[in-house]
């Protein structure tokens, strides 16, 4: 116990932000709290390493108000009709904790999941589970192995607790290079993470290639699958590994409701996980506790409404192929995308490109990597993404 709580006092130390970093994380999503290390240029763009950076806009402090927001991978088309109705007629609860509630909807998920309730760990939003797992694991140190570009919210705490980041770039095809991860494996990796579609490419790996990868490789070491945007495929439940779980293998299968399900200020997340897995996150972390009353009914209903899921899948889709052929005929080269956003190249510096987007009020992302600047833009509506296309004739054209 000495030495649990030295390591937390340890942890609690080494995470202090520079000023530049704490103003930065809310727009960056690294972390609810302020408790990440964030490592900023000359320039006040986020370096992840020496091939991965993300440009932050001048205008950060301002919260501009945008036309077309696309930065933030929410899905425009707000909650459930059966959600919001269930928020409404449970507000008048706020003032009570959701334990029993909380109970009902992970028996619920286990149902859905087809695991048992000791399966399953509650989180406000899966970027929390994400961040809890590497606080746990790695507050002895270790390594986490995952691609480069990849959602950085897990690595970023895993480096603050004490770990280190082995990443591995992804193929030329855009899918996680398995058989350079599996080779990557020492004797001070203590996970291997892999978001599924990933953050930011919006590109997927071959699901049967990554059961197998999975299957053999968390008999060496857990395995994490964020699968935060795998809904966003018709074929999204074939291609989930929680299949896994139920197998016994030690795999960590995260999932939320901020996307499709629109429900990303209720804050609602869960993981599907081994028994044991999970009570070693829960000895130091509570699961479930920052989730509101109201957001627990939210998240029932917006289980039932099937037909609002195949509703934003199927207009998100329609948006999605609207921009990647507009971007096309304009003369650039998205990259395929599976998910609620879209990447492609540009030829101007990313910290002038935010800035000459805001002025058009169209909120998108930048990022540098393989060599090359990259816009990622959130899928909006049809009227947003036609903004959107304006925009970009405007500013890169």
């Not at 449970?90 to 149902?111: C, H, P, T």
């Not at 998910?339 to 992302?365: A, H």
Request: negative net charge; aromatic residues 10%; hydrophobic residues 40%.
């Amino acid at each position: 116990m000495d030495s649990l709580k030295t390591n937390r006092r340890k942890w609690l130390k080494t995470s202090a932000l520079t000023v530049g970093g704490i103003v930065a994380a809310p727009y960056l999503g690294f972390s609810k709290t302020p408790s990440v290390p964030l490592t900023l240029d000359s320039d006040g763009n986020a370096i992840y390493n020496a091939f991965f950076k993300e440009f932050i806009p001048d205008n950060l402090r301002e919260f501009p108000v945008y036309s077309a927001k696309l930065n933030a991978n929410e899905n425009p088309y707000g909650a459930s009709p059966m959600a919001l109705e269930a928020l409404k007629n449970s507000a008048f609860g706020s003032n009570r904790y959701a334990w029993k509630e909380l109970y009902q909807l992970v028996d619920k998920i286990a149902a859905f999941e087809e695991v048992t309730p000791e399966n399953i760990m509650m989180g406000p939003g899966s970027s929390d589970l994400l961040e809890k797992t590497a606080m746990v694991l790695f507050m002895n140190g270790g390594n986490v192995i995952s691609a480069d570009p990849a959602y950085m919210s897990l690595i970023r705490v895993a480096e603050a607790a004490g770990g280190t980041w082995k990443p591995v770039p992804l193929k030329k095809d855009w899918s996680h290079d398995l058989e350079a991860m599996e080779k990557a494996i020492d004797s001070e990796t203590k996970l291997i993470y892999i978001c599924n579609p990933n953050n930011p490419t919006g590109t997927i790996t071959d699901s049967e290639a990554l059961l197998d990868f999975c299957s053999r490789v968390s008999e060496k070491v857990p395995v994490f699958i964020d699968e935060a945007y795998l809904w966003f495929l018709e074929d999204g439940a074939r291609q989930s590994m929680v299949s896994l779980v139920k197998e016994g293998k030690d795999v960590i299968v995260a999932r939320t409701f901020s996307k499709i399900h629109g429900m990303a200020g209720l804050r609602v997340g869960y993981a599907v996980a081994q028994e044991d897995t999970l009570n070693k996150l829960q000895k130091i972390t509570r699961a479930g506790m920052g989730i509101t009353h109201p957001s627990v009914y939210a998240a029932m209903a917006a289980m039932d409404d099937t037909e609002f899921l195949q509703k934003s899948r199927t207009l998100n889709a329609t948006a999605r192929n609207y921009t990647f052929s507009s971007l096309q005929e304009i003369g650039f080269e998205p990259v395929p995308s599976h998910t609620s956003f879209m990447i492609f190249p540009i030829d101007m510096e990313g910290k002038e490109f935010l800035n000459k987007m805001t002025q058009q009020k169209v909120g998108v992302r930048a990022f540098q990597f393989l060599d090359q600047k990259w816009c990622r833009v959130s899928i909006g509506t049809m009227d947003e993404m036609q903004l959107f296309i304006q925009a970009i004739n405007k500013v890169l054209v």
